[in-house]
């Protein structure tokens, strides 16, 4: 079945740790994306990504790298640099992203902070 | 910038009522697309309906009903007869130009038996 692979469901971060939540989606989608969802906030675009080897800021993306070797994978790293880090993620594709076309969202990663 | 509200952060129904839940949008985009997705206790976002700005007809699927309204920036979603199975966090969404998807920070329907 084709779809959006988030792993691992759960993860957990010591102080001052990177962590790398993993993104692979099988749909031959262009665009990828990464959001945050805090209680009450709604979801908040961290970084996307429109074609291979290129991605963009959002609104959130201080503390946060990612990369696009692969058209299919899109990983996110927290890192130490973000101090507040709890929420849950969720990353998403889309195969055009000019035209208004749907989101695909995988199951999230709920991050907690030890 | 673009913008999505939606001003009702919890509704509870008791089973069989009917609700709606608002949304109303900002863009100063003549070309626009509207999304609702549901998000149940398990966290996945699921897609609901998508419509574009040229489109102004409402829509009806089974119980769910959609009121687009230019007029007012307004995008509402219905859902008629509610069952349990409807509780969840519903978002209201916009795309335009070549910005991604923006959301609203959603409604979380509670439906009582």
């Known amino acids: 079945d084709g779809g959006i692979t988030q792993s691992p469901k759960y993860l957990f971060r010591k102080e001052g740790q990177n962590v790398t939540l993993s993104c692979e989606q099988n749909l031959n989608h262009d665009a990828m994306y990464w959001y945050r969802q805090d209680p009450g906030q709604g979801l908040r675009l961290i970084y996307y990504?429109?074609?291979?080897?290129?991605?963009q800021k959002g609104d959130i993306a201080e503390g946060y790298s990612v990369s696009r070797e692969k058209k299919e994978s899109f990983p996110l790293t927290v890192t130490s640099a973000q101090k507040n880090p709890t929420a849950f993620y969720l990353c998403a594709s889309n195969g055009n992203p000019n035209n208004g076309e749907k989101l695909f969202f995988g199951s999230g990663t709920q991050l907690s902070v030890l | 910038a673009q913008k999505v509200t939606q001003a009702q952060t919890e509704i509870s129904v008791v089973e069989k009522e009917d609700v709606t839940l608002d949304c109303v949008y900002e863009t100063r985009d003549t070309t626009y697309y509207l999304f609702w997705y549901k998000q149940p206790p398990s966290g996945e976002l699921v897609f609901l309906i998508r419509?574009?700005?040229?489109?102004?007809q409402n829509e009806i699927s089974g119980r769910y009903s959609w009121n687009f309204q230019k007029s007012t920036s307004s995008f509402n979603f219905t859902i008629t007869a509610s069952q349990v199975v409807d509780s969840a966090v519903y978002f209201c969404?916009?795309?335009?130009?070549?910005?991604?998807?923006?959301f609203g920070k959603g409604t979380r329907l509670s439906v009582i038996a």
């Open positions: 419509r574009n700005s040229f489109d102004e």
């Open positions: 969404a916009l795309v335009s130009g070549n910005t991604p998807l923006v």
């Open positions: 990504s429109q074609i291979v080897n290129d991605f």
